[in-house]
């Protein structure tokens, strides 16, 4: 397994170039739930470094980028937490950042 790490500039670019790809009613919903790229404990502490970088919130969801395991495994995900601050492994996404959003999106919209 490879311990790459991504830094702020890093997560920056890659919404930067994710936003030139969502659809209207996902930059509506990301302009919404989009936070200043923030370092949360990832749950469990199997990885290596126990951080994540969390891009988005709403409700008890929210959007953060894994860059800790094999290439297979980067892109951003949806989890759900219990506590500000700390994320789950859970694997909801795993692509691009308009992936995750339009999860969220396909969540909210009835």
Same mark, same amino acid.
């Given at each position: 397994?490879?311990?790459r790490? #991504?830094d702020? &500039? &890093? @997560? +920056? /670019? *890659? @919404?930067n170039d #994710? %936003?030139?790809?969502?659809? *209207?009613?996902?930059r509506? *919903?990301w302009e919404? $739930?989009? $936070?200043?790229p923030? !370092?949360w404990t990832? !749950?469990?502490?199997?990885?290596?470094v126990?951080? #994540? %970088?969390? /891009?988005a919130i @709403?409700?008890?969801?929210h959007? +953060?980028y894994d860059?800790?395991?094999?290439?297979?495994?980067?892109g951003?995900? /949806?989890?759900?937490?219990c506590?500000?601050g700390?994320? $789950?492994a859970?694997?909801?996404?795993?692509g691009?950042l308009?992936? &995750?959003v339009?999860i969220? *999106?396909?969540?909210?919209? @009835?």
């Amino acid at each position: 397994m490879s311990q790459r790490r #991504a830094d702020e &500039a &890093a @997560i +920056w /670019v *890659l @919404i930067n170039d #994710a %936003w030139k790809n969502m659809s *209207l009613a996902q930059r509506r *919903l990301w302009e919404t $739930i989009s $936070i200043t790229p923030e !370092k949360w404990t990832y !749950k469990p502490h199997s990885n290596p470094v126990p951080e #994540a %970088w969390v /891009v988005a919130i @709403i409700g008890t969801s929210h959007i +953060w980028y894994d860059d800790y395991y094999d290439e297979m495994y980067d892109g951003f995900y /949806v989890s759900e937490h219990c506590r500000y601050g700390e994320t $789950i492994a859970q694997m909801n996404g795993g692509g691009g950042l308009e992936t &995750a959003v339009q999860i969220l *999106l396909e969540k909210i919209v @009835i």
